[in-house]
């Protein structure tokens, strides 16, 4: 690569960039909107003082890049990558201004898991927090489980190309042929959850005892982190604060849903309901998480953890399914984790965790595609190996429509999953360093690296800084499923090349 190819990559990739950083900056308008509404004076400064700040960076992005380049796949790739560091630096400004915060690391942690939809937080006095601060958390946990390139795709594309931002950003599914409809489709049908969820949860909680006004903002806050399986609350006491059966029933309902691939939602909205059963993944996620909530009651009935079926459902059965759909909202204290749950039923959690939810969904994890393929391959070599030594095992599964198991699809299946338990280690390792339990370690990188946000009380402020690093790299990473990050390795690596041969 020559030096005047280095310069055209970097004008596109900036350019790119900026429109981006255009999109997460006119997001402040929606907290700055409720600081305004609410009198609050020093919290609209917050996020005025965001809002100009981020548009400046954007637009001076924008302008030092340049568009009128050919857009290729290494581009795209690079960008996704660039954009999600540079926006969580600048989305973290109204954290830092707010004072909630020890430091601008823990800032940027907080942004990293909003916008990977982890839900690990280590913000102070959370209960004091300002509404507006507390709609900036949860909005870019919205935004963060539909994509901010996505945002940016449905905002500013002109309808042509974009398939590796797409691809980039952890999602592989197009709705439709052109990448800018299947943008602009995922948010139609984010937006139309978000106002019957909306509703749904604000009934619930003016049923319990929330008066219209507060009741409606923690419907939304609640909703945004269920549908996009989030894990961030407004209250400390996550859904302990509400002492309702019936409102953690409803955020299991959207959390649920919220892990389902967005083809899936289309292919239901359009009337075919069958496709909710014939699924690779739905049937994938069901028999993963049957064959995990008997080891979860199996270890919590073993240990007379919870005193009856009721309670067992309700603490042991929602915890898992909070960590198989990677939204991390919580039933019980973190303490209770690491000192009632026991091994086993502590194992199942992690290992459901790292399942993760749905392929092109809001969630995290392996995704239940790969797991399907995994085993799906696991078969046909299993017959090939019994059958006839000539014979041609011919392995199909349904994946929106009939398709054929190929070598490609395994091979990159079994990379991901390889490349997310090389992370997850390297997390493991970087806990017992910091002096913490193996086994508390174990749950808490396989939280950060499936973006979930369960926790056993290891991500706190006190923790090392360097282990808060690690949890953003492991964060980043496994929302962005490796491929833009690994291309943006090789494009840096390419640079220094290229910068060594021009010397010469």
């Known amino acids: ?41 020093a919290s609209a400064a917050d996020f005025t003082l965001s809002l100009g700040a981020t548009l400046t960076l954007g637009a001076a992005l924008s302008l030092l890049g340049n568009n009128g380049e050919r857009v290729g796949w290494k581009h795209e790739m690079v960008t996704v990558a660039l954009s999600w560091i540079v926006a969580m630096v600048a989305a973290a400004l109204p954290h830092w201004l707010s004072g909630h915060f020890g430091s601008y690391l823990d800032c940027v942690f907080d942004v990293m898991s909003g916008f990977t939809t982890t839900g690990l937080t280590l913000v102070q006095d959370l209960d004091h927090v300002s509404d507006s601060l507390n709609m900036w958390r949860h909005l870019i946990t919205f935004v963060g489980g539909q994509g901010i390139v996505v945002l940016a795709l449905a905002l500013f594309a002109d309808g042509g190309g974009g398939y590796g931002f797409y691809v980039g950003e952890g999602k592989d599914e197009r709705l439709f042929p052109s990448v800018l409809h299947t943008a602009k489709a995922i948010w139609r049908i984010s937006l139309l959850y978000l106002v019957l969820g909306t509703l749904a949860m604000w009934i619930v909680c003016i049923s319990i005892g929330l008066d ?83 080891f979860t009651a199996w270890g919590l009935v073993r240990l007379h953890v919870y005193p009856n079926l009721v309670a067992l ?51 995290g994890g392996f995704k239940g595609l790969r797991v399907g393929i995994l085993f799906k391959a696991l078969v046909q070599d299993t017959r090939r190996l019994l059958g006839p030594s ?28 390889l490349m997310y338990m090389g992370i997850f280690a390297m997390g493991t390792l ?75």
């Not at 960039?17 to 700055?32: C, E, K, R």
């Not at 959207?254 to 239901?268: D, K, M, Q, T």
């Not at 919580?330 to 959690?349: C, H, K, N, R, S």
């Not at 017992?432 to 950060?448: D, R, T």
């Open 1 to 41: 690569m020559t030096k005047s190819d280095s310069l055209k990559d970097m004008k596109i990739i900036l350019y790119y960039t900026g429109n981006i950083l255009v999109g997460v900056a006119l997001l402040n308008i929606i907290p700055l909107l409720t600081a305004l509404i609410e009198r609050d004076a």
């Open 212 to 294: 219209a006004g507060r009741g409606f903002l923690h419907a939304l806050w609640i909703f945004m982190s269920s549908w996009s399986t989030g894990g961030f609350a407004p209250m400390s006491q996550n859904m302990l604060y509400y002492h309702s059966r019936l409102f953690e029933l409803v955020t299991f309902i959207f959390f649920i849903i919220g892990s389902f691939n967005f083809a899936l939602h289309a292919a239901v909205l359009k009337g075919e309901r069958k496709e909710l059963l014939r699924n690779l993944e739905t049937m994938s996620f069901g028999t993963t998480m049957s064959l995990l909530s008997f």
């Open 313 to 363: 459902i309700g603490k042991g059965f929602y915890q898992l399914a909070s960590a198989h759909t990677t939204t991390g909202l919580m039933t019980i204290y973190p303490q209770q984790f690491a000192t009632e749950w026991g091994d086993t039923a502590l194992l199942a959690v992690i290992i459901a965790m790292m399942f993760g939810g749905s392929a092109c969904s809001t969630a």
């Open 390 to 417: 000539k014979s041609i095992v011919i392995q199909k599964y349904h994946y929106h429509g009939e398709r054929t198991l190929g070598e490609q699809q395994v091979r990159s299946a079994a990379l991901v999953v």
């Open 430 to 504: 970087a806990g017992c360093m910091a002096g913490y339990p193996f086994l508390l370690s174990v749950f808490e990188s396989a939280s950060a690296t499936g973006n979930v946000g369960l926790t056993v009380g290891l991500s706190s402020p006190s923790m090392p800084a360097f282990l808060k690093i690690v949890y953003i790299f492991n964060m980043w990473a496994g929302r962005l499923e490796f491929m833009a990050i690994l291309v943006s390795a090789g494009f840096v690596a390419s640079l220094f090349r290229g910068g060594r041969h021009a010397r010469v």
